[in-house]
């Protein structure tokens, strides 16, 4: 057992939202199994902040989930006149005016952004149901080690909506135009075996070697310095939109920098 001055505890822990730290790992968890891990704006908020408490130590971030689903999606609460305690209605939000909508949107898409900053590597460990937001915020993530009874499945166009949580441009990026226009139009599900052999998982594993198999990958990402996984990560994420041209300077750019801090001539 890890004496009390290695376990901090959560530096966050509310609205079905847990983060603890150790060291260069952090880990997200979504904390709410009874309800299969349902999302909510207060849940956006939380998963924002734990970006923003995230210290400089950090490499490596593990997005997890307690019980049997990842997350089952956004709860329908939300859809309802009520709405959840505190807050505004969706229904309230699309009364009001354009900028309001947009800036809300905008609010709760934060909760989805930051999984991708350079500086980081973020894991999704997925199992079950990964529906809807549930589905967006595992593609929120760089690399996503899924159990072998996942479901993923982007519901909203199936309600009448769009995806909106950050999900098309990485759906997109691993699964291409048309099936992910598919998965989209059919609101289908998307299992194991289809996620990892069109790139949407990388590795598929049985339910109980999930979290090792997470561990075994984050060991082997520490391996490697911290810098280079850094420019090489930002190399990665700028190829797309980059002809070759332009990619091959950038990698002689970024070799450039390494060369230097390794000679110890770095800024």
Known sequence: MASPAHDPGPALDQDGVRLTVDDAIATVTLTNPAKRNAQS???WRALAEAGRLLPGSVRVVVLRAEG????????????TPE?????PSFI???RGGDTELDAAIAEY???FTWWRRSDLVSVAAVQGHAIGAGFQLALACDLRVVADDVQFAMRETSLGLVPDLTGTHPLVSLVGYARALEICATGRFVTAEEAVSTGLANLAVPGDQLDPTVRDLVSAVLAAPRD???ETKALLQGATARDYEAQRIAERAAQGRRLRDLAGLGE
């Open 83 to 87: 709405g959840f305690d505190g807050e």
């Open 228 to 230: 280079a996984v850094v």
């Open 109 to 111: 898409q934060e909760a």
């Open 92 to 94: 309230d939000l699309a």
């Open 68 to 79: 049997k689903s990842f997350s089952a999606g956004l709860d329908r609460q939300a859809f």
């Open 41 to 43: 704006p207060a849940l």
